[in-house]
């Protein structure tokens, strides 16, 4: 081989290996954002799934963003 057809060997090989860890790094960011919605959902249901006290305490939530 000559040395272009090494340095087009050498450049494919590092941009499958770049395209590989990128990939990773996304199918982990999807995960984690996947879990993170999975629990927002639950905290979501277990909020207006609660009862607010006979006395009347706790019924009303103020929200700021």
Do not use: F, H, Y
């Amino acid at each position: 081989m000559d040395g272009l057809t090494n340095l087009m060997a050498t450049m494919s090989m590092s941009i499958s290996q770049s395209n590989v860890a990128s990939q990773a790094s996304i199918a982990m960011l999807k995960n984690a954002m996947n879990a993170d919605e999975a629990a927002s959902a639950k905290l979501m249901q277990s909020i207006s799934e609660a009862t607010p006290s006979a006395d009347g305490r706790g019924a009303l939530m103020d929200v700021r963003a």
